[in-house]
Nanobody, 127 residues
């Protein structure tokens, strides 16, 4: 069983920055493919950013490219999402996801490709 706990959300003004963290349990965290998704009110959960277990492959949604950066610290079992130049349309609950089974070193962008999810952290960007 893997537990994911997100933190770092909050209220920020347009143009501001936040860094989300996702702390993961499990002794083989370095072998997990990790991703971030978000869900705004009344909308489907959508992909934001991901990288492969080896961190040699990353992917970003077009809407966040150049503004968001995903990273990981295997020593701390933590993945981060640095969010800069935030916009009101970034307002959503942000979820961390882990894929714990290996089938290639890819940055997975589909929800169905992940088997563990965190509870989410709210990000609100005011205009």
């Amino acid at each position: 069983q893997v537990q994911l706990v997100e933190s770092g959300g909050g209220l920020v003004q347009t143009g501001g920055s936040l860094r989300l963290s996702c702390a993961a349990s499990g002794r083989t965290f370095s072998r997990y493919a990790m991703g971030w998704f978000r869900q705004a009110p009344g909308k489907e959960r959508e992909f934001v950013a991901a990288f492969s277990w080896s961190a040699d492959s990353t992917a970003y949604a077009d809407s966040v490219k150049g503004r968001f950066t995903i990273s990981r610290d295997n020593a701390k079992n933590t993945v981060y999402l640095q969010m800069n130049s935030l916009k009101p349309e970034d307002t959503a609950v942000y979820y961390c996801a882990a894929r714990t089974y290996y089938s290639g070193s890819y940055a997975y962008t589909e929800r169905r490709e992940y088997n563990y999810w965190g509870q989410g952290t709210q990000v609100t960007v005011s205009s």
